[in-house]
């Protein structure tokens, strides 16, 4: 996998969940890419450069180049989102919580069902249903921020 340079293949977004978008902080001037991942830094969003266990903010909305530090990104802190990422994608794995890798984090295609630890980030979500098995599915997104869990 790579980091993403163009908006990710195969995002959707499901239309019958709840859903919140708002404009979050970019730490560095960056181009965001519509269906990639966002992390937490001390001084705003980033899309790469994240460490371990590093905390997830969202995902990206719509496009947008930032030019500098603490222009806006729209972000959906939750919600139902398909995306094509990979292995993990199995009816095997409905139910999995879904965690970032620290290459190419961005990239959702690179979530992973692993336990917090080296190289891998902070949750994203839970895997609610595989639509193509080793390809795509849809994932609950930070169900957290809601539901307390």
């Not at 163009?6 to 269906?35: C, K, M, N, Q, W």
């Not at 995306?83 to 990239?107: C, M, P």
């Amino acid at each position: 996998m790579a980091v993403l340079s163009a908006d990710h293949a195969g995002f959707s977004v499901d239309g019958e969940t709840p859903s919140l978008v708002l404009p979050l902080r970019g730490a560095i001037a960056d181009i965001a890419y519509r269906g990639g991942l966002a992390w937490d830094s001390a001084t705003g969003i980033i899309f790469t450069g994240a460490g371990d266990a590093s905390i997830f903010r969202g995902v990206v909305a719509e496009r947008t180049t930032t030019l500098a530090a603490n222009d806006r990104v729209r972000c959906y802190l939750y919600g139902h989102f398909l995306f094509a990422y990979g292995a993990a994608a199995s009816i095997a794995n409905e139910g999995a919580l879904l965690r970032g890798t620290t290459a190419d984090q961005d990239n959702p295609a690179t979530l992973v069902i692993t336990a917090p630890g080296a190289g891998v980030n902070g949750l994203v979500g839970c895997m609610t249903t595989a639509e193509t098995a080793g390809t795509d599915g849809w994932v609950l997104v930070n169900t957290f921020l809601r539901d307390g869990i």
